[in-house]
T-cell receptor, first 113, second 111 residues
Framework: SQQGEEDPQALSIQEGENATMNCSYKTSINNLQWYRQNSGRGLVHLILIRSNEREKHSGRLRVTLDTSKKSSSLLITASRAADTASYFCATDARDTNAGKSTFGDGTTLTVKP | DVKVTQSSRYLVKRTGEKVFLECVQDMDHENMFWYRQDPGLGLRLIYFSYDVKMKEKGDIPEGYSVSREKKERFSLILESASTNQTSMYLC??????????FGSGTRLTVV
């Protein structure tokens, strides 16, 4: 089974609202990454947060990591129609080869203009 | 701008054909990966490689093989294509700090 699981599976919001997606995982990790995938395209790396970090920002993105709960959240503030995409979390687990990440099934975000 | 380039965006092949999917990266990364992506199944790792001529099986290697003769190139081979290998194939590479760079994907249809 997948190491990371995103929640919700699908999210629909209006432009300007904030979008929050969650990721839960099962084993200890070195880091956790978030990716975006536009329809029919490859994934684009958004942000990486290490296991000793609790929060990270990049533009309108805010990622938190709670290793005690084995969970992470991705917040997109002031969403735009162009943010419509699928978002995936991926974990680099401590007991696997470094650099080999496991991906969740993704959250599909729709931002309505 | 760093890049992972997959040779084809769309590919249609016949059942039983030998299929080559090529991936080239220009970032001097040691680590390269092949995934397939299917609706409802997420990304599943087929094979990965940590060095030239080195390969390791991922979660679903059956029916596939790989080749890494040069650091920048990682090829996925479907020995005898079958309809259940119709999928989106994604190549990725990674170096420190271990964020992946993906190619644009190859949508393969086996008829």
């Amino acid at each position: 089974s997948q190491q990371g699981e995103e929640d919700p599976q699908a999210l629909s919001i209006q432009e300007g609202e904030n979008a929050t997606m969650n990721c839960s995982y099962k084993t200890s990790i070195n880091n956790l990454q978030w990716y975006r995938q536009n329809s029919g395209r490859g994934l684009v790396h958004l942000i990486l947060i290490r296991s000793n970090e609790r929060e990270k920002h990049s533009g309108r993105l805010r990622v938190t990591l709670d290793t005690s709960k084995k969970s992470s959240s991705l917040l997109i503030t002031a969403s735009r129609a162009a943010d419509t995409a699928s978002y995936f979390c991926a974990t680099d687990a401590r007991d696997t080869n470094a650099g080999k990440s496991t991906f969740g099934d993704g959250t599909t975000l729709t931002v309505k203009p | 701008d760093v890049k992972v380039t997959q040779s084809s965006r769309y590919l249609v092949k016949r059942t039983g054909e030998k299929v080559f999917l090529e991936c080239v990266q220009d970032m001097d990364h040691e680590n390269m990966f092949w995934y397939r992506q299917d609706p409802g199944l997420g990304l599943r790792l087929i094979y990965f490689s940590y060095d030239v001529k080195m390969k390791e099986k991922g979660d679903i290697p059956e029916g596939y093989s790989v080749s890494r003769e040069k650091k920048e190139r990682f090829s996925l081979i479907l020995e005898s294509a079958s309809t259940n290998q119709t999928s989106m194939y994604l190549c990725a590479s990674t170096g420190a700090p271990y964020g992946y760079t993906f190619g644009s994907g190859t949508r393969l249809t086996v008829v």
